[in-house]
């Protein structure tokens, strides 16, 4: 609701003055009266009160015009809804696939989007990432950083970086849960998100030649020794003769330093990087 004008009456104002014509009273004793017990009000104001009372039957003021709504009542609860059901979507996602799933009957811009989510109190929040790296990841990360400082482009070209990841195709890569605005600030991803993603491995060499691998569920130490076994091989084969095989270089995640890894690390590529 808008605010109320300065210069409008209160209501008690013009229940005072309706009261007083509905007993023939002339404006002028009106307006000496009004002017006792309230304050100061033109002849004008109590006739156009008087008037609006005779034409109406009431003595509320007229409601300016209001813009039409883009969406209706349905089509608002269900864009919420689909919100709410759907983790990772966005507010752009949504306003560029109108065609595809339209909204309403015209196109609705993403400001119109974000207003129905506010008045439905939703708040967009990123969803746990896990713990920060530890103390002594740190320490490792610049010990690495300031033995390989003045590596040159030949040395890098040997490595392999590997490392894995959980894409979102249908949606957004943007991890982004939309809750209530008083809900906790960080919640994890709903269990539906499950069906949703796809879990992948993969390397990526200097010559240009990147694989990725796709796994089902929790990535365990038993996988990821048969993955290396399948895959490893390839990926560390010199990209010309008589060269030495390339360095593979993998984080330190928990099933990466498992110990049956790193034997089996040590006996076949013992030249590898953590």
């Known amino acids: ?38 304050k100061d009000v033109s002849y004008s104001t109590i006739r156009n009160v008087w008037a609006r009372y005779q034409k109406n039957g009431n003595i509320e003021y007229a409601q300016p015009p209001r813009r039409p709504k883009s969406l209706t009542e349905r089509e608002e609860r269900n864009l919420v809804r689909s919100f709410v059901t759907t983790p990772g979507l966005s ?6 696939h109108q065609g595809q799933e339209p909204i309403a009957q015209k196109p609705v811009c993403r400001q119109t989007i974000r207003n129905y989510i506010r008045r439905r109190q939703l708040k967009p929040r990123t969803s746990n990432r896990g713990a920060e ?26 490595l392999v970086f590997s490392d894995e990841c959980t894409l979102f195709p249908q949606r957004t890569t943007t991890r982004v849960v939309w809750s209530n605005i008083q809900a906790p600030r960080s919640i994890p991803f ?54 030495e095989r390339l ?26 990087l953590n």
């Open 133 to 158: 790296v530890r103390q002594e990841n740190k320490v490792l990360r610049l010990n690495f950083a300031k033995t390989h400082v003045n590596w040159r482009r030949e040395a890098w070209a040997r």
């Open 190 to 243: 709903d269990s539906t998100l499950e069906n949703k993603s796809i879990n992948g491995w993969g390397y990526v060499r200097y010559d240009g030649v990147v694989r990725l691998f796709r796994f089902e569920g929790t990535m365990r130490e038993t996988e990821y020794l048969n993955l290396l076994r399948q895959t490893l091989d390839e990926a560390v084969t010199p990209t010309r003769r008589r060269e």
């Open 1 to 38: 609701m808008s605010r109320q004008s300065p210069y409008r009456l209160s209501e008690e104002i013009r229940n005072y003055i309706v009261n007083k014509k509905k007993k023939n009273m002339p404006p002028n004793v009106i307006k000496t009266n009004i002017l006792n017990t309230f």
């Open 247 to 272: 360095i593979f270089v993998q984080d330190r995640a928990t099933y990466h330093t498992a110990g049956n890894v790193q034997r089996w690390l040590r006996q076949n590529y013992p030249n590898y």
């Open 91 to 96: 507010v752009r996602y949504v306003a560029s």
